[in-house]
């Protein structure tokens, strides 16, 4: 560590230096992540923070906004920041993720794929730059896995937990205002637009709804709790859901309904458990959903009687995005995605091992016309590695719901894990009808999930565990 001060203390003297002689611009942006560098060795879960909220801004946004720019994606910068953190603290991660060998293997051949893929397109020649971004994906999931080795600590994960939920409200005021706009091509002018391609809600990324399945884990596995707090966590599920009901987006839909499933499946797990009563637990629990729903319908009423003159138009859209299985013989829309997703299984029948490889012929636009990230992984690097990557999910999951039962842990912390799961289940579900796996503000997310879900598993260790654990044979055995 000292070593690592005395070198950053040296660079960052040589940028000022730098900035003194010749231009500010460059040096004193790299003495600031040199000092960001410095900082995440010794406080990891900062960078964990800050790459988040990068992703919430995505580049070519800031661009629009008149930023200056660097000639580095700032996320891509944070993740090679993560990278040297990791190289800095190697023997910590490896001793954290000693236990971890499946995951680890998994993630490990995911990013071998990519590598792969990546060379089977130069060889086909593709484009290196096409090529390179769409890598990234790969070394995102690689990088991001192994750091959050370095977050194990329930302590670390409620700091980063706080630090989602006041950033995303901040962000939500921010589009509601129209301070800022999320598509340079059809810019949204107000959250309640009553067009569905001119509401800046209809930009929002799926992470920003991440602090909504948090909160709901809390409230599903936390018992006794503070009222403010109780009410607090209401209100912020109650705000993200209103908001979501003006997206539009159904990839939104799709993936936080994968999310509040992998919520209610963990309520479920949890309190039979403490009552063993299964068909009162389910009650209860539909219950709550029945609940959610009219809060939330409530809440979206009221939103639309804030713009009484786009009320109509505003419902008839919603529902004609509910709706649009009736219209799929006519909605262009829908015929393009059949399309592209005709064309992906061609190629996934062509190249079912290897793929086509990364480069121009799996450009973004083309990943679009999928409108599927998983379909993309398996055109792109073939089918063991999307079955790599679902069994990834699939593990952290079902090991998820099998700790969960375990009286001795703290509540907040089972909360937590749980909420990190949903937010993974989102992502997942979200990539099945988008290209969560190409989208520069959600392909970090993959790997940082999936590795703070291997960090925070309870060690089999007290009896009171090892029978938890050993109670799903199944499940015990793949890991």
Same mark, same amino acid.
């Given at each position: 560590?000292?070593?690592?001060?005395?070198?950053?203390?040296?660079?960052?003297?040589?940028?000022?230096?730098?900035?003194?002689?010749?231009?500010?611009?460059?040096?004193?942006?790299?003495?600031?992540?040199?000092?960001?560098?410095?900082?995440?060795?010794?406080?990891?879960?900062?960078?964990?923070?800050?790459?988040?909220?990068?992703?919430?801004?995505?580049?070519?946004?800031?661009?629009?906004?008149?930023?200056?720019?660097?000639?580095?994606?700032?996320?891509?910068?944070?993740?090679?920041?993560?990278?040297?953190? @990791?190289?800095?603290?190697?023997?910590?991660?490896?001793?954290?993720?000693?236990?971890?060998?499946?995951?680890?293997?998994?993630?490990?051949?995911?990013?071998?794929?990519? @590598?792969?893929?990546?060379?089977?397109?130069?060889?086909?020649?593709?484009?290196?730059?096409?090529?390179?971004?769409?890598?990234?994906?790969?070394?995102? %999931?690689?990088?991001?896995?192994?750091?959050?080795?370095?977050?194990?600590?329930?302590?670390?994960?409620?700091?980063?937990?706080?630090?989602?939920? @006041?950033?995303?409200?901040?962000?939500?005021?921010?589009?509601?205002?129209?301070?800022?706009?999320?598509?340079?091509?059809?810019?949204?002018?107000?959250?309640?637009?009553?067009?569905?391609?001119?509401?800046?809600?209809?930009?929002?990324?799926?992470?920003?709804?991440?602090?909504?399945?948090?909160?709901?884990?809390?409230?599903?596995?936390?018992?006794?709790?503070?009222?403010?707090?109780?009410?607090?966590?209401?209100?912020?599920?109650?705000?993200?859901?209103?908001?979501?009901?003006?997206?539009?987006?159904?990839?939104?839909?799709?993936?936080?309904?994968?999310?509040?499933?992998?919520?209610?499946?963990?309520?479920?797990?949890?309190?039979?458990?403490?009552?063993?009563?299964?068909?009162? %637990?389910?009650?209860?629990?539909?219950?709550?959903?029945?609940?959610?729903?009219?809060?939330?319908?409530?809440?979206?009423?009221?939103?639309?009687?804030?713009?009484?003159?786009?009320?109509?138009?505003?419902?008839?859209?919603?529902?004609?995005?509910?709706?649009?299985?009736?219209?799929?013989?006519?909605?262009?829309?829908?015929?393009?995605?059949?399309?592209?997703?005709?064309?992906?299984?061609?190629?996934?029948?062509?190249?079912?091992?290897?793929?086509?490889?990364?480069?121009?012929?799996?450009?973004? %636009?083309?990943?679009?016309?999928?409108?599927?990230?998983?379909?993309?992984?398996?055109?792109?690097?073939?089918?063991?590695?999307?079955?790599?990557?679902?069994?990834?999910?699939?593990?952290?999951?079902?090991?998820?719901?099998?700790?969960?039962?375990?009286?001795?842990?703290?509540?907040?912390?089972?909360?937590?894990?749980?909420?990190?799961?949903?937010?993974?289940?989102?992502?997942?579900?979200?990539?099945?009808?988008?290209?969560?796996?190409?989208?520069?503000?959600?392909?970090?997310?993959?790997?940082?999930?999936?590795?703070?879900?291997?960090?925070?598993?309870?060690?089999?260790?007290?009896?009171? @565990?090892?029978?938890?654990?050993?109670?799903?044979?199944?499940?015990?055995?793949?890991?």
């Amino acid at each position: 560590m000292k070593a690592w001060h005395a070198i950053g203390l040296t660079l960052f003297g040589l940028c000022i230096l730098w900035a003194l002689l010749a231009s500010p611009l460059i040096p004193l942006f790299l003495a600031a992540a040199l000092v960001m560098l410095l900082l995440s060795v010794r406080y990891p879960v900062m960078l964990a923070a800050g790459a988040f909220a990068i992703g919430l801004m995505p580049h070519s946004y800031m661009i629009a906004w008149g930023l200056p720019q660097i000639g580095i994606n700032l996320l891509d910068l944070a993740v090679l920041l993560m990278f040297v953190v @990791v190289l800095a603290r190697w023997p910590e991660v490896r001793t954290t993720l000693s236990t971890e060998s499946l995951l680890r293997v998994l993630v490990v051949f995911v990013f071998a794929a990519g @590598v792969v893929a990546l060379a089977h397109g130069q060889l086909e020649g593709f484009g290196t730059r096409t090529a390179l971004r769409s890598f990234r994906f790969y070394f995102h %999931v690689l990088i991001t896995f192994h750091f959050a080795a370095l977050l194990p600590r329930p302590s670390q994960h409620k700091l980063m937990v706080s630090a989602w939920m @006041v950033l995303v409200p901040l962000q939500l005021f921010l589009v509601g205002t129209n301070t800022i706009s999320y598509s340079p091509d059809d810019p949204g002018t107000l959250l309640l637009a009553p067009d569905i391609y001119w509401t800046s809600a209809h930009f929002l990324p799926l992470k920003t709804f991440y602090p909504a399945l948090l909160a709901l884990a809390i409230l599903a596995v936390g018992r006794k709790r503070p009222l403010l707090l109780t009410a607090g966590l209401w209100g912020l599920v109650a705000l993200e859901f209103t908001v979501l009901a003006f997206t539009y987006k159904r990839s939104q839909y799709v993936g936080l309904t994968s999310g509040l499933l992998a919520i209610g499946l963990g309520a479920l797990f949890v309190e039979f458990h403490r009552s063993r009563r299964f068909l009162a %637990v389910l009650f209860r629990w539909l219950a709550v959903a029945v609940f959610l729903a009219v809060v939330t319908g409530a809440a979206f009423q009221l939103a639309l009687r804030t713009v009484p003159e786009d009320a109509e138009h505003v419902q008839e859209n919603l529902l004609r995005r509910a709706l649009f299985l009736q219209e799929s013989d006519t909605d262009a829309p829908i015929q393009d995605r059949l399309e592209g997703l005709r064309a992906g299984w061609r190629d996934i029948r062509d190249n079912p091992i290897f793929g086509t490889g990364l480069g121009d012929s799996l450009s973004y %636009v083309r990943a679009q016309i999928f409108h599927s990230g998983w379909m993309w992984v398996a055109v792109s690097a073939g089918v063991p590695t999307v079955l790599a990557l679902l069994l990834l999910v699939g593990i952290a999951g079902a090991r998820t719901l099998r700790t969960l039962a375990i009286d001795s842990e703290i509540p907040l912390t089972s909360a937590m894990r749980l909420g990190f799961f949903a937010c993974l289940a989102a992502l997942a579900g979200n990539a099945l009808t988008w290209g969560s796996t190409l989208d520069i503000g959600d392909v970090s997310d993959w790997g940082l999930l999936l590795g703070l879900l291997a960090v925070s598993m309870p060690r089999c260790s007290s009896k009171e @565990v090892r029978a938890v654990c050993s109670a799903e044979p199944a499940t015990a055995a793949v890991r």
